[in-house]
């Protein structure tokens, strides 16, 4: 029997037997249980849980959560953290959805923090009729698109799994692109404000769309989202309260450290002369590892 607010859900006939309980997880579970296959075929998701309980009751007893032995990660009253997430991880199928009163072509500011290892992927979409609004990965540049206008970053590093803060200012004059304090911009052809439109409810999407076929979508983390919007105040993006979210997790953000090799290649560009002097000292010390240099000095 299942009961919602006191509100019966559904019911099903169940053969009556014995069910010996030996242990009980609330709110998740460790991953070496989850992912085992006799817990995993029978689960629909695995993410552990994030919110506040009340009243927990088993087998018609009540339990005090925060005095069972093996807790871990809760804690008395219900925070308003708890219940909002700032942050989003995706998987290159998935994105996140919302509709706002917003006006990205022409008094618009916004921005959020990525983290990716990819070189390619859509981060914001938003659309007004025929017109396109997007800020963009492309072969690890970051790319803001307006009505066709394009402003991008001269550094083609930012796929480095790295955090990086991007933020776009648009105004009628010109528009702008922000990305770890280097600017680039450029004039802003928009017509006239007498010609606008007035500013309605937009849809807008993070992390990739289904209206975009130009761009794969987004693979890494985006968090800390905020923007300009006509019948609110700025304030960070809770991504809980977004209707539409597929594919997409908001708990978790697990791209990897960059590469070693990575390192390695920046560091043997950045030097020519060290780097032929690391050469002779390699030739010396047969057996050595050309990355162990690097690996020993954490670079």
């Known amino acids: ?105 022409h008094t618009f500011e916004g921005g959020f923090n990525f983290r990716t290892l990819q070189p390619n992927g859509l981060l914001f979409y938003c659309t007004e009729d025929s017109e396109v609004f997007s800020i963009s990965m492309e072969k690890g540049n970051v790319v803001l698109n307006a009505k066709g206008v394009k402003v991008q970053t001269a550094d083609k590093s930012f796929n480095d799994g790295k955090a990086h803060f991007v ?48 761009f794969a979508n987004f693979t890494g983390c985006i968090s800390n989202a905020y923007f300009t919007r006509l019948d609110r105040d700025i304030d960070v993006e809770d991504f809980q309260r977004y209707p539409e979210k597929v594919h997409a997790s908001l708990y978790r953000c697990p791209v990897e450290s960059p590469p070693v090799a990575l390192f390695h290649k920046k560091r043997k560009n950045s030097s020519k002369a060290k780097e032929s002097h690391s050469k002779r000292a390699e030739k010396s010390k047969k057996g050595t590892s050309p990355f162990s240099s690097v690996i020993n000095k954490g670079e």
């Open 167 to 214: 933020m776009t200012t648009i105004s009628p004059e010109k528009l702008e692109l922000l990305v770890d304090e280097k600017r680039q911009s450029k004039n802003n052809p928009a017509k006239d404000a007498a010609e606008r439109k007035p500013v309605s409810t937009k849809k807008f999407y993070f992390g990739g769309s289904p209206l975009s076929t130009q």
């Open 1 to 105: 029997i299942l009961v919602v607010d006191r509100r019966h859900i559904k019911s099903m006939e169940n053969e009556k037997k014995n069910m010996p309980f030996s242990d009980v997880y609330i709110g998740g579970a460790p991953t070496e249980i989850l992912k085992s296959s006799g817990v995993s075929s029978h689960l629909a998701i695995s993410t552990p849980f994030r919110g506040c309980m009340k009243g927990f009751q088993f087998q018609k007893k009540d339990f005090n959560l925060l005095e069972e032995p093996g807790t871990l990660g809760i804690g008395y009253g219900c925070p308003e953290e708890s219940l909002m997430s700032r942050k989003a991880y995706f998987n290159g199928e998935s994105y996140i959805a919302s509709s706002q009163k917003i006006s990205p072509f």
